[in-house]
């Protein structure tokens, strides 16, 4: 337990998959990738990423993500497959999701996608994930033990 005005054993989360659906149609379009129609598919242990790869022509891929695994402040994604028209993914379609997430926050190293949460939380929070998988309506998280102080007048923490 740490030593925090707020405390918690564990806390259980869910995020919602059409929400984060939206969100990553609008990160992929922001950053300019010549990726559309970008849907999420959502089952017990398994995300489906589908779209289209524009170069010339559309070219239909899929992502399937049938796991994941935490490393403390880190989720890790490992990629189950990528294919592109039915065929094993082009090295271009690897390069495009690693540009889409390169930010410090989401990083892509030809294998898993890593997501750091202390980017997404404010730093007077301490918390870890101590489990993640795939579940129909999204994702399910549950936090290790954390705690969180409120910040000082002027931003700084205790």
Not at 113 to 127: A, E, H, M, Q, S
Not at 133 to 149: E, K, N, P, W
Request: without cysteine; glycine residues 8%.
């Amino acid at each position: 337990m740490t030593d925090r005005l707020v405390n918690w054993e564990a806390l259980e989360l869910t995020v919602d998959g059409a929400k984060l659906e939206r969100i990553a149609q609008r990160r992929i379009k922001a950053s300019g990738a010549p990726i559309e129609k970008l849907r999420l598919t959502f089952a017990d242990s398994l995300l489906r990423v589908n779209g289209s790869y524009r170069k010339v022509i559309a070219i239909p891929f899929e992502v399937r993500i049938e796991r994941l695994e935490t490393r403390g402040k880190e989720l890790v994604v490992p990629i189950g497959s990528i294919s592109a028209g039915g065929l094993p993914v082009p090295k271009i379609l690897s390069s495009l999701i690693e540009a889409a997430v390169a930010d410090g926050a989401i990083r892509y190293d030809g294998k898993r996608v890593v997501i750091r949460l202390d980017r997404f939380l404010p730093d007077f929070v301490d918390v870890e994930i101590a489990e993640a998988r795939i579940i129909r309506s999204g994702l399910f998280i549950r936090t290790a033990s954390g705690g969180a102080d409120p910040p000082e007048p002027g931003g700084m923490n205790v």
